[in-house]
């Protein structure tokens, strides 16, 4: 995504969203022991108990990084600025059919440009 301030300086960056309560991973075989629903019923839990906070995080390119291959690591050297933060504070009231239209798919699909512009910081 290409990021422009207010002074019209542009950067280009990659959206970070990042929970507050930092991230939590299960190896092989914890993951296996899950029952498939883990992930749907967990969050209802952890909803249940509170607003699930996140923060929404920009890493911007240096120049001469990769802008347009979003396969392209950049080193973790890299600025990043914090744009803001949303909380998760309940489910859609049919959460479980909404879960069956649920997908992930980090490849936009949609017509236009591939570069957009979102004016942000100072």
């Known amino acids: 995504m290409k990021f422009t301030n207010k002074d019209g300086v542009s950067w280009f960056g990659r959206y970070r969203i990042v929970p507050e309560a930092g991230n939590d991973h299960l190896d092989d075989a914890a993951a296996a022991a899950k029952d498939p629903n883990y992930l749907m019923d967990e969050i209802a839990e952890r909803v249940a ?4 906070k996140f923060k929404i995080l920009v890493q911007l390119a ?8 979003a396969t392209n690591h950049w080193p ?4 990043v600025v914090e744009l803001g933060s949303f909380a998760l504070t309940a489910l859609v009231a049919d959460n479980a059919q909404e879960q069956q239209q649920i997908i992930f798919d980090p490849i936009p699909r949609v017509g236009g440009s591939s570069h957009r512009t979102i004016r942000c910081w100072s």
Request: hydrophobic share 20%.
């Open 49 to 52: 108990k509170g607003p699930i």
């Open 62 to 69: 240096n120049d001469g990084d990769v802008v347009d291959d």
């Open 76 to 79: 973790e050297d890299r600025k």
